[in-house]
């Protein structure tokens, strides 16, 4: 072949070179231009066209850097073999997984995992990030550490220091984008193929997370002290996930003596862990908040979990773990290949949160904040205890609901949907039936909600729990 | 025992229930109160110390919530049994993992994964960010999709269409903080104990990703057009991990023929796919951007993986996936329990970044901007070509030299060094040796450096080099 007719459009919409480009390729593609023919040389098919050589050339290296000819030294340019077994794709739109879709049934929602909007403080969030962009000489869009910066990594420490009573250095703390993320790192870290026991019920974010990644999951019903040291070692786990200052959803504090049993059972054995998510410990109304798990530890065992989605917002998406001296080395050989997740310009907000005494003042006025509406839900629940009687109070963003009516809880919990009223099953957060329970039980969380929202919402619950 | 004579200190700097607290708690801790022995009532002690009960009561209660002592309706307080196996430890500090350093004796470093400092647009990203924060309601703070937020992803399907020719929903897309945290979430979506086949050399950050997460790696050798289909076969891998638009780090573009051979091979057997990896695709200084792979998929095989840490910054952190449709149930299955890893505000950022021109805009000035460094160091190049061959021009931000002077790979690195300056050999990107390629090369990415730099930094290789 040595004549192409292409109509060309002058109009500019399109590079030259480009429609020749195309031309060629679809020429190709569609069979009209056969496997082993010979194009035209650039300069003939330039002046049959009556344009530049050069624009030709371009096109030509084009299929040639695609693959759809090849140049062959003084012979010329001849069209490649292609698999006809794959079909070109028509441009249209294939076929889209369906949305995720949020229900908006709900006038009034007890959410357990939300915070309070208005209670984060955006001025302050807003002036430190400004600053931290103006100040910045462009260090912060390069790479960082994959542990996370080491500034915000010695704020964290010295504040579980100081408020958790965690025993660590800034060295064996690791910055990830929220505890999915960090529960996915400590799978590479851990390895494979391990038992995990966990409370039944627990936050089950975490269990289905274990779940996927392959871990076999023990759930095992805590007592009102939280996991069973006898259960635990039973079941042939050699991995424990505790809540032991505020057990999600139940709301027990583990005591002392139940902490030294399950310190002791880690300790029994090389390979053995605790992972301690300390989720919500900076929310409790009554005393001073209970000390980790961890700074009870002197023997390297407990995994320490914590984030800033419940002081600070969900979507912040800074979270952090602090592992125990002996996996250190299998962070640097096996984990410290995967890169931060978090930015460094939101790290270095969080560093400067912290620099600047914002953290400890946030958190006291949100204490504040959630003791106020706590006590508020609390006596409105007072007033229908006739009903249902209330349990783990004290600490956290939601209470637990034992229902006295003779309801089932998913009569409770249907009940108060027909009223505009959203409350969770205790079963929501079941790895499996529960067998030592019998008490239809509910949640409600009111971080989100204001003291009108939940009187109101009590009111109606009245209404539909009483008959 | 009825008496317990705390010596308490007024000064305030520690309120007072705390100090009683401690003080039982440590002789608790200390085995000198003992096991069973009653304490004092609150109205004792506190008449004791002639302080108010009700302080009294606040120090218990803490005690009563860690577990240290017991109430015992009607006969009072006693000391909780405590297992003795669990010394608490000191609060010093354990020892610290050791820092990982970044050696500093370079001049000047031809870093083959960094991008140009200056190139990044700083003012409008902050001028994006102040807008964004400003005119939040709040929103931003609440957690988001788990897949990112949908805005983005139309942002992100729109210009894959056009600049990449990617065919997708914007529901196929998953936003997520890096490509390892993908290659995670993959991981988790495709399940465990995969084959998987790599160009040898390759990415060597997602080859230790896959090993570390448990796959078997098989390095493939590929010749100038990438992966060999036969090889492949052979292997007996059901992933293939592949850079058609630009291999890393030989630079060759995988030609359409063999691109349909390995799109043929994955159309073989329902649970085989091919992961395109299109990291630098953006940057391309002859003819026109190559189509990806994904869009010549008809298969519904292709895993597509883009970043923005070439195009934008390292540290954006901000990465995505496109899945086939086919593999979207499986993500709903198990990969929409993982919360997204990016924040809703760098969402939001990237979105405005986008919906305003300005990443069309960026990448066609830093196309210019790479260009003229890559064209810079071409020249300079060329003036030691009786020492050294270049290889992998055209793409991308790096170039290979193939040494001519008879120096191993390792003596061309350690010439560099001696002056001051870091070259990369090839050994670095490989799984394992390589077999078919004997010649020693080195890899110099242009992306950080300035014409003087690189002018400077190819007549000190002149000279080492060049004996």
Request: net charge negative; aromatic share 10%; hydrophobic share 35%.
């Amino acid at each position: 072949m040595n004549e192409l007719t292409i109509s060309l459009d002058n109009s500019g919409s399109h590079p030259m070179y480009e429609q020749i480009y195309a031309y060629i390729r679809d020429e190709i593609q569609s069979g009209k231009i056969r496997a082993g023919e010979k194009l035209p040389s650039t300069r003939t098919l330039a002046s049959h066209l009556g344009i530049s050589r050069s624009t030709v050339d371009q096109a030509y290296e084009q299929l040639l850097a695609e693959g759809y000819m090849i140049a062959s030294p003084c012979r010329g340019y001849f069209v490649c073999e292609l698999d006809q077994l794959y079909q070109l794709p028509s441009r249209t739109q294939l076929p889209v997984a369906e949305r995720h879709q949020e229900s908006k049934e709900y006038r009034i929602d007890f959410a357990v995992n939300g915070i309070d909007k208005e209670g984060f403080p955006y001025q302050t969030w807003r002036k430190i990030s400004r600053n931290v962009l103006n100040e910045d000489d462009g260090t912060l869009f390069q790479l960082g550490e994959s542990q996370g910066e080491e500034a915000l990594r010695v704020e964290i420490a010295s504040y579980l220091h100081h408020a958790r009573g965690v025993n660590c250095g800034a060295n064996q703390i690791i910055v990830g984008a929220g505890n999915d993320y960090l529960l996915m790192l400590l799978h590479v870290i851990l390895g494979m193929d391990w038992k995990i026991a966990m409370d039944n019920p627990t936050y089950t974010s975490a269990s289905v997370a274990f779940q996927k990644m392959g871990y076999e999951v023990f759930p095992l019903e805590p007592d009102d002290m939280g996991m069973i040291p006898e259960k635990l070692e039973e079941c042939g786990a050699d991995l424990a996930y505790v809540m032991p200052s505020h057990q999600f959803p139940l709301g027990s504090v583990m005591p002392i003596q139940r902490r030294q049993q399950l310190l002791a059972w880690a300790a029994k054995k090389e390979h053995r862990y605790l992972i301690e998510d300390d989720y919500d410990s900076e929310f409790r109304y009554k005393g001073k908040p209970i000390p980790s798990l961890q700074g009870f530890d002197s023997h390297d065992k407990v995994i320490y979990l914590g984030t800033f989605s419940k002081s600070l917002a969900p979507a912040i998406r800074i979270s952090y773990m602090v592992l125990p001296v002996s996996l250190m080395h299998r962070y640097e050989e096996r984990g410290r290949n995967f890169s931060v997740t978090v930015s460094r310009v939101d790290q270095k907000i969080l560093e400067m949160f912290f620099r600047e005494g914002h953290f400890e003042r946030h958190l006291n006025r949100m204490r504040g904040v959630y003791r106020t509406k706590h006590d508020c839900l609390i006596s409105e629940m007072k007033k229908i205890q006739h009903i249902c009687r209330i349990r783990g109070e004290h600490a956290g963003v939601h209470i637990l609901v034992e229902m006295k009516n003779g309801m089932t809880e998913q009569e409770a919990v249907e009940a108060a949907r027909k009223a505009g009223i959203k409350v969770y099953g205790l079963t929501e957060y079941c790895i499996q039936p529960l067998k030592d329970r019998d008490t239809a039980t509910v949640l409600m969380g009111y971080a989100t909600l204001s003291e009108e929202q939940m009187k109101e919402a009590v009111q109606l619950l009245a209404e539909v729990w009483g008959f």
